[in-house]
Each structure stands twice: as C-alpha cells, then as structure tokens.
T-cell receptor, first 117, second 113 residues
C-alpha cells in the first residue's frame, strides 16, 4: 500500500523568502504525485501533479515540485513566498494505477505554512 | 461553474440526529469519492463510487451510508450522529477509477453537539 510522509508539521518563513516543503512517498511502481493546498476554512485546491516525463513540474501560484525517484521525494518549492500563501499543504499519492483495482488518493499529514511580514 | 459542489457547507446538529450531505459534479467524471478530514487535518478516504457502483468502502461505521443516484451525484447519509463524527467531509471526483487527478469540493463542516 502507498504512503506519504511530510516530516515538517509547521514551517514559518518571511514574506519574500524561498520555500521548500518536503514530501516522501512509498509506492511500488512509478507514482502519480500531487500537491494540494487548503487555505483556512477552504477546500482543497490542486497546486500541481506529476504523472510522468519531466521531473520538474510547474503549478499554479508560482509553485513547482521536483520528483526524485532515488530519494522517493516530491518536494514543493516557491522562490518567493507571499503572505497569501499561508495555508496547509498536502502531498498525496494515488494508487494502485491501471491495475483494474480502484485507485485512491493517500495524503500526508500536511504542513502548515505561516508567513511573517 | 463550480466543478464539484456539495451542500450544506456548514452543518451543526445534535447527537443522535440523522443528516445528509449532497454532492454533484459537472465534470463528466465516472468516479466520485467521500473523504473525511479530522480535527488534526488528516484526510482519509471513506467511499468511492464508479458509475453508481461502490468500489471502495474503507473501515467506516455502518451509520455512514453513501448513495449514488447517477454518476454525477454522490450523497452521504449519516445516522445517529456522534460527537466523533464532527469533521470536514470532502466530496471529490476523477475521470475514472484507474488513477487520475482527483478534484475536490469545498467541503462540508459538520459539528455535532
């Protein structure tokens, strides 16, 4: 069964600083990976996804993530954080893929991002 | 147009009551889901339907009963509500059951008092 680990529960960065949120996954084959963001009191918005191909994927709101198979990681990055980026960020993996068995999305425990002015 | 919409967004009810949350998607997807987010923000799948057929049923009390009248709708009915049912319930959909992007609704905040 697949699993996701987000080792950082809470991160604080200054506005304008760079950001990296860590995500490690466990899955037996090539994973389909996602980052979602949840603003306070809001739903889950898809930031970006990786299915195959280029290991550096671009998302919305200036976010990007890099898939590293050797490290089983899919870290989320942003070069310059804005105060509006304060939210909860979830990494997720979907599986099993195309096996005839129903797929489901498995989430990490989330990282809460706080942005100081 | 909202792709995945669920109602109500907020629901406060007393223990022992029965309540329903409705969900509709206009994306033409075949597969729909219910996820639960607990007080620690942990998200876990509850159910999944593919073309009105139940395909995922995680370990959920049988007080929770999903119903899919057609592939665009997936409702969640909860009987005899308990304090521990307080959570955010997210409806979601994907193109099919084989591993695709899953799109979420805005969530329904359920508080049981």
């Amino acid at each position: 069964a697949q699993s996701v680990t987000q080792p950082d529960i809470h991160i604080t960065v200054s506005e304008g600083a760079s950001l990296e949120l860590r995500c490690n996954y466990s899955y037996g084959a090539t994973p389909y990976l996602f980052w979602y963001v949840q603003s306070p009191g809001q739903g889950l918005q898809l930031l970006l996804k990786y299915f195959s191909g280029d290991t550096l994927v671009q998302g919305i709101k200036g976010f990007e993530a890099e898939f590293k198979r050797s490290q089983s990681s899919f870290n989320l990055r942003k070069p310059s954080v804005h105060w509006s980026d304060a939210a909860e960020y979830f990494c997720a993996v979907v599986g099993p893929i195309n096996t005839g068995t129903a797929s489901k999305l498995t989430f990490g425990t989330g990282t809460r991002l706080q942005v100081t002015l | 147009d909202t792709a995945v919409s669920q109602t109500p967004k907020y629901l406060v009810t007393q223990m022992g009551n029965d309540k329903s949350i409705k969900c509709e998607q206009n994306l033409g997807h075949d597969t729909m889901y219910w996820y639960k987010q607990d007080s620690k923000k942990f998200l876990k799948i509850m159910f999944s339907y593919n073309n009105k057929e139940l395909i995922i049923n995680e370990t959920v009390p049988n007080r929770f009963s999903p119903k899919s009248p057609d592939k665009a709708h997936l409702n969640l009915h909860i009987n005899s509500l308990e304090l521990g049912d307080s959570a955010v319930y997210f409806c979601a959909s994907s193109q099919d059951r084989g591993g695709n992007t899953i799109y979420f609704g805005e969530g329904s905040w359920l508080t049981v008092v």
